[in-house]
C-alpha cells in the first residue's frame, strides 16, 4: 500500500492522515496564542497603522503567525472587530484596573453619565485610530441610532436611566441626546489628532454575528428596539442647533455686558 510523505516535516495534512486531527491542530495552534493576545495585537495594529490597514494576514504577520492560526479563536474580522471594542470598552466595567471611572458604581444617573462621558473620552484619546470603531453600527443590533458597537454600553445606559426613573421613552431620548453630542465632539477630536474616520460598517448588520449574538443578554435594549430603531435625524438636528443658538445669545448677553469679554464656549 502505498504510503504519503512530504518533504515537510511540519506539514499538518500529514501529521492528521498518520497521527490523527489532534496533533496536526497542535502543530498549527501558536505557542502562547490565544483570543485575548490577538485582540491586544490588533488594539496595537489598529494604534500603529490605522483600521483601515487591518487585515487578518497583517494581523497575523505583527503576532509571528500564519492568519489561518488566527481563526480558531476569532471566526472572522466582524468578530475580531466586535472582540476590538469589547476589549477598550472593559476598562469601564472593570473595578480593579485602576480607573477612576468604574460606571457601575454611581451616585445617581448624572454622576453614571458624567463617569461614562469621561470614560469613553479616555478611550477615545488613548486609543483614535479604534475609536471610529467604537462609534460604529453593531453588527448583530444594526437598528441601534446613534450607533454604538458595543451593546454592553448601550444596555448599561438604558439600564441605569431605567432604574433611575426614566420611562423607556425618555431613556432613548437620552441616548440619542448624549450619544449624538458625546460621540460627534469625540469624533472631531480623534480626526484633529490625526485618526481616520471612514465607514466600515455594515447598514443591514452581519448575519453571522445575528446568529451567534444572544440579544436576550440585553433586555432594556430589546425592549426599545422600536424606539432605538427610529429615524429622528431631523428633529434632533433642529433642537441642537436651536439649543446651540440660544447658547449664542447667552454668550452676546454676556458680551455686552463685560466690554466683550466672554467665558470659554468649551
Known amino acids: 500500500m502505498p504510503t504519503a510523505t512530504s518533504d515537510d516535516e511540519r506539514d499538518p495534512d500529514l501529521v492528521a492522515v498518520q497521527e490523527g486531527a489532534g496533533a496536526a491542530a497542535e502543530m498549527t495552534r501558536p505557542a502562547g496564542l490565544d483570543r485575548d493576545r490577538i485582540l491586544r495585537g490588533a488594539i496595537d495594529f489598529i494604534d500603529e497603522h490605522g483600521l483601515a490597514a487591518l487585515t487578518m494576514r497583517r494581523l497575523g504577520a505583527s503576532l509571528g503567525v500564519e492568519a489561518m492560526a488566527l481563526y480558531r479563536y476569532v ?13 477598550v470598552v ?11 471611572l468604574y460606571i457601575e458604581e454611581h451616585n445617581g444617573w448624572q454622576d453614571y453619565l458624567m463617569r461614562l462621558a469621561h470614560g469613553i473620552r479616555r478611550i477615545a484619546l488613548g486609543h483614535p485610530s479604534v475609536f ?3 462609534t460604529s453600527r453593531p453588527p448583530a443590533a444594526p437598528w441601534v441610532r446613534p450607533p454604538l458597537r458595543s451593546l454592553r454600553l448601550v444596555e448599561s445606559f438604558l439600564g441605569t436611566l431605567s432604574e433611575a426613573g426614566f420611562s423607556d421613552q425618555a431613556a ?3 441616548y440619542r441626546a448624549y450619544s449624538s453630542f458625546l460621540l460627534g ?6 480626526t484633529q489628532i490625526g485618526a481616520q474616520v471612514s465607514l466600515l460598517d455594515q447598514p443591514e448588520g452581519d448575519p453571522e454575528a445575528q446568529a451567534n449574538t444572544d440579544l436576550t443578554q440585553y433586555p432594556n435594549l430589546m425592549r426599545t428596539e422600536s424606539l432605538l430603531s427610529l429615524d429622528k435625524s431631523a428633529a434632533e438636528f433642529e433642537e441642537a442647533l436651536e439649543n446651540l443658538l440660544d447658547r449664542l445669545e447667552r454668550v452676546l448677553h454676556e458680551a455686552k455686558n463685560r466690554d466683550g469679554e466672554v467665558a470659554d464656549l468649551a
Open 90 to 100: 472593559e476598562t469601564l466595567f472593570d473595578n480593579d484596573d485602576g480607573d477612576d
Open 75 to 87: 471566526p472572522g474580522r466582524e468578530d475580531l472587530l466586535d472582540g476590538v471594542v469589547d476589549m
Open 172 to 174: 432613548v431620548a437620552a
Open 185 to 190: 465632539h469625540l469624533l472631531l477630536e480623534v
Open 132 to 134: 471610529p470603531l467604537v
